[in-house]
């Protein structure tokens, strides 16, 4: 009898265990779910503006070129424009041509101080939201309403220039904040220029090559002011391939020299480099 009484304690024992490891995973995946996105929008400053951080504050993927996946359009009364009257309302939409589970956003308008330009305010249904004079997804919309946003923005009073759209987009997995993508874009409107996205290359004298006896990337730039350095190698489908943090730039010239690991194939590529959050882009072959 007291064979039977410890076989059933261990087995109520086993039972117990089981269900409190269970009720552990189950806490633990939905606390992941919750935490993938932010469902009512970031508050603060996560636009990848100067001197503002940018969504791999809370999400520990990897930041990248959002050229050809940003798209902002600014209209006025159904038609694109190409740049603003002082005091006038804009209907500006984002979209993105990235598909995954989970979408969020945010943007900002500045001028050439790095000072919010104009004034936005949410249009009822078109998943966006107003929070610190920044525009980010709303709670209600974003699972069903992610591959397209639309803010008002009432341009400054008085004519400022040539204004940039900083713009910070996240495509989440759905399950955890690990392995999520953000990709940096600038847009400006005014001026010369129109809406368009800038190429920073010629502002810091970017290049970057492959040197097949090193099996190394050499990167070349210039700038005034001293910048947090992150190098991420892209295929042509936009997977990331490899990503390396380099630490600080020095001011003036710098040059640097990225192993690449020696199983990543010949091929074209895109190297994305990022000063804090100025994306500079080149195409490159990898021969050996």
């Not at 009720?23 to 939905?30: G, Q, T």
């Not at 996560?46 to 798209?71: D, F, I, L, M, R």
């Not at 129109?194 to 010629?202: K, P, R, Y």
Request: proline share 1%.
């Amino acid at each position: 009898m007291k064979k039977v009484y410890t076989i059933l304690f261990i087995l109520s024992i086993g039972l117990l265990t089981y269900s409190f490891v269970n009720r552990e995973k189950s806490i633990s995946i939905s606390k992941h779910q919750s935490q993938n996105y932010n469902s009512s929008g970031k508050s603060g400053n996560y636009s990848g503006a100067p001197n503002e951080a940018n969504c791999t504050q809370c999400h520990s993927g990897t930041t990248q070129s959002g050229n050809g996946v940003n798209s902002l359009l600014i209209s006025k009364n159904g038609s694109a424009v190409t740049s603003y009257t002082p005091g006038e309302t804009y209907i500006v939409t984002l979209s993105t041509t990235e598909s995954n589970v989970t979408k969020g956003f945010q943007a900002v308008a500045m001028n050439n101080s790095n000072q919010v330009s104009g004034s936005v305010s949410a249009i009822t249904n078109e998943c966006a939201q107003v929070t610190s004079g920044r525009v980010t997804h709303n709670q209600s919309n974003n699972t069903s309403c992610n591959s397209e946003w639309k803010w008002e923005w009432t341009a400054p009073s008085t004519n400022e220039g040539e204004l940039t759209f900083y713009v910070a987009t996240l495509v989440g997995n759905g399950v955890s904040t690990s392995g999520d993508q953000v990709y940096l874009s600038q847009h400006s409107v005014g001026g010369v220029l129109g809406v368009t996205s800038i190429s920073l290359n010629d502002r810091y004298k970017f290049n970057a090559g492959y040197v097949a006896e090193k099996k190394s990337v050499s990167i070349k730039f210039n700038t005034l002011s001293k910048q947090q350095m992150f190098f991420n190698l892209i295929d042509l489908n936009g997977k990331s391939i490899y990503s390396y943090r380099l630490g600080d730039s020095n001011i003036g010239d710098n040059t640097f020299s990225v192993r690449i690991p020696e199983d990543i194939k010949d091929g074209m590529y895109v190297v994305n480099f990022f000063l804090h959050n100025d994306v500079l882009t080149k195409k490159i072959f990898i021969a050996n």
